[in-house]
């Protein structure tokens, strides 16, 4: 019942970076929905999101010794928001690979909560933000670790792209660590892109615009590494690179 509903705001720690205009013109109980996903002990599943508009939360447990991949793509506007809970098994794997990517005045987010609730599993996630204009690429990432789940071996990376002065950025890792035996790591950076490397390709005869676009490129395939099918990696690819015509390289 919508009445029972509230919308959250940006002084809420999980919606701290969102789009406060956007939230308090949401509907409240459309924004607190999550869609469920379950893979089943020893099974593989491999999903690809491109982001729309708003709002889409998604709540996955993975089985003993089963693996989840999702690859996302986000770059809608003026605000759009993945969400994504996963509460891994014994041996489950989580592996998680998003690209925001856009301008204006779009705000991309990707949010992730990873529980290890057994031990012995697993997950990585690699976020790449490539952002102009005044746009803004999020990337809030949390990973717990329950008492119980040694040999835990977590690790998340972020790292962004500002093609123009008035982009920006933002990560926020988090870990909630309760056993001692795991491996849980994190890290983020953001910048320009890489002049030196563009001035080196550009001597060899590779125009400037063409040698900005294949390190960006490259920047942003980092998110489609761990895929298996590489058809559908380059395609995922192709998706986010088809966005930069609208940037100023």
């Known amino acids: 019942m919508s009445e029972l509903a509230t919308l959250p705001t940006t002084q809420d720690e999980d919606w701290r970076y969102a789009d406060s205009g956007w939230l308090a013109a949401a509907d409240a109980e459309a924004l607190a929905h999550w869609k469920e996903l379950a893979v089943p002990a020893g099974e593989a599943l491999v999903e690809t999101r491109l982001a729309g508009e708003g709002v889409e939360r998604l709540r996955v447990a993975v089985g003993r010794d089963a693996r989840f991949e999702l690859y996302a793509i986000n770059a809608a506007g003026p605000y759009a928001r993945l969400e994504v809970e996963v509460t891994l098994e014994e041996g489950a794997h989580f592996e998680f690979g998003g690209v925001t990517i856009g301008g204006g005045d779009n705000r991309q987010e990707f949010v992730t909560r990873t529980i290890h609730a057994h031990p012995g599993a697993t997950s990585n996630q ?10 803004t690429g999020n990337f809030l990432g949390r990973i717990k670790v329950v008492r119980h789940a040694q040999k835990t071996d977590a690790a998340q990376n972020f790292r962004a792209i500002l093609l123009e002065k008035g982009a920006s950025a933002n990560a926020k890792p988090e870990l909630e660590i309760f056993a001692d035996d795991v491996k849980c790591a994190h890290g983020a950076a953001i910048g320009q892109l890489d002049q030196q ?16 676009k294949l390190l960006v490129q490259a920047f942003i395939g980092d998110a489609f590494v761990a895929m298996a099918d590489e058809a559908q990696a380059e395609a995922m690819l192709e998706r986010a690179l088809a966005k930069l015509d609208e940037a100023a390289l």
Do not use: K, L
């Not at 690699?126 to 746009?135: I, K, T």
């Not at 490397?197 to 900005?212: D, L, N, Q, S, T």
């Open 197 to 212: 490397a563009a001035y080196y390709m550009a001597a060899r005869g590779i125009p400037p615009e063409v040698a900005r």
């Open 126 to 135: 690699v976020v790449r933000a490539v952002q102009w204009g005044h746009a």
